[in-house]
């Protein structure tokens, strides 16, 4: 077995979307043991790195981080180019049922900075409505978010509805060609932090290869 990372690291003043203030403060606190280290962190926005959008996050009353079901989906791996994902990209895969399908589109080289945040690679609303008919068990990519900047994110609200949660700023995923195209079994995990009532959360999200 070989697990892969697929998370984005973060740190001390790692940017939040949409990379104009910081998502995530870190602190050491004063102790009376010199030898034990202690700090705090102040997650100042849940859907900094990589992380997990949950149902409630645009469906009233529905599933939080905690509550959200805990899958381990084998991974269907789409690499794109495209701006704006069209359902031409699923042409090659008729039966997604159960899977995490995972978008990569090489935008991660960029995670980190400011333009990261800035005109990346999004999901169309016709793909969206694609992946809710094949029953995809997840939905996940390697840019800050499924849709842009601007308008009403109807795409997390197609996802969302249909109880597809949504794990954005993915890294690596061009690691997972060679093992799927060997024919190697694949599954993602990416688990949030059970808080309940929050609607995303970090997760370090990994591949596992079998």
Known sequence: MQIID??????????????????????????????????????LDAHCGTHFDAPLHYVPKADDVATTPLVLPEIVLISSCESTLSPIVLKDHPSLAGKAVLFSTGWEKGAGTKEFFEAFPV?????????????????????????????????????????IPIVEGLVNLADLIPHIKSGSSVHLAAFPLRIRGLEGSPVRAVAVVD
Request: charged share 20%; with cysteine; aromatic share 6%.
């Open 6 to 43: 697929l998370s984005f690291e973060m740190k001390d003043g790692s940017l939040a979307y949409p990379g104009t203030a910081p998502g995530l403060v870190l602190e050491r606190m004063d102790n009376e043991f010199p030898d034990c280290t202690v700090s705090r962190f102040t997650l």
């Open 123 to 163: 999901l169309s609303e016709a793909l969206a409505e694609q992946l809710v008919t094949q029953k995809v068990a997840l939905v996940g990519l390697d840019s800050p978010s499924v849709d842009t900047a601007s308008g009403d994110y109807p795409v997390h609200r197609i996802l969302l509805s249909a109880g």
